[in-house]
C-alpha cells in the first residue's frame, strides 16, 4: 500500500454553535486528515504532539482506523493544545475564544524511519517552520506535497511560509486566505499569483459554495453538497484536505484530471463531518454511506447539453 504522512495538530476543541456547544472533544487538524484518509486503501502515519492529559482511548481511536501513532509525541506533564471558538448565525464565521498552545509551543516533529519514504505529504495547518522541517527529514522526494495554512500564519510568519510554499506542490487556502496571500480579490488572479510562489496547483475553499482547484489556464470547479442540517463547520477544510489526499495516495495519479476526482472525493467526506460535533460523525461513518454519498455528487454534478 502507498504512504501518506500527516502532519498537523491533534487536540481538544470546544465548540459552541447556534444549536448547542460541548466541553472538551477530540479535534485537531491532523485528526480529521487522517480520520477521514481512512476510507481509503493506504498506510497513514500522523506526527504530531500531546500532552499526558490526552486520552489513551482517543490514541486507540486512531490505531483502530490503522493510522500509525508512533509519530505522536506524548509529553509527560505537559497539556494538549486547545481551541475553543463561537460560530455565528451563519455558521460561515467564528470568534475565537480561547487558544492555549501549551505543548505545541515547542514542538519538534519527528517523522517515523518506515515514514521517510512517504508517497505523499499532507502538511497540516502548523507554524511553517514545523511544515518545513517535516520535508527536510524525507530520504526521498514524495511524489505530491499538499500544505494547508491560515492566515495567521500570513499576518505573523509570513518569511517562512513563503520559504515552505516553494517546496510544494499543491496549496489548499479558502477564499479569505488566497485574496491575502496573493493581494488579489478575483480569485482566478489570486490562483495565478500563488502559482508563481512555487505550486503547481491551488485549491481555493469556498465552504457550502465549493471548491476550485487551478492548474496553469485549467479551471475546475466542485460544487458543495447541498444539506438539510449543517450542526458544525469545524474540521470540514482538513476533512476535506484527508480526502483530497487520500485519494491521490491511493490511486498513485496525480494527474490534473484525477485532482479532480480528488476534490469530489474529499467534497464528499467533508459533508459528512458538519453534520455531527467536531469528530463524532467520521467516527461512525461506513464506507456504504460514502459510496452513496458520491452518488448523489454524481448525479448533481453530470449533465448532458447539445452545443
Known sequence: MNKLLIVGTVAFDAIETPFAKTDKILGGAATYIGLSASYFNLQSAIVSVVGDDFPQEYLDLLTARNIDISGIEV???????????RYHNDLNSRDTLDTQLNVLADFQPKVPQNFKDSDVVMLGNLHPLVQSSVLDQMNTQPKLVVLDTMNFWMDCALPELLDVIKRVDVITINDEEARQLSG?????????????MGPKYVVIKKGEHGALLFHKKEVFFAPALPLEEVFDPTGAGDTFAGGFSGFITQSENISFENMKNAIIYGSNLASFCVEKFGTERMIGLDKEEVLSRLKQFKSLTQFDIEL
Open 75 to 85: 509529553v509527560k506533564g505537559g497539556k494538549t493544545f486547545f481551541w475553543s471558538g
Open 184 to 196: 488579489e480579490y478575483s480569485l482566478v488572479k489570486a490562483a495565478g499569483k500563488i502559482h508563481t
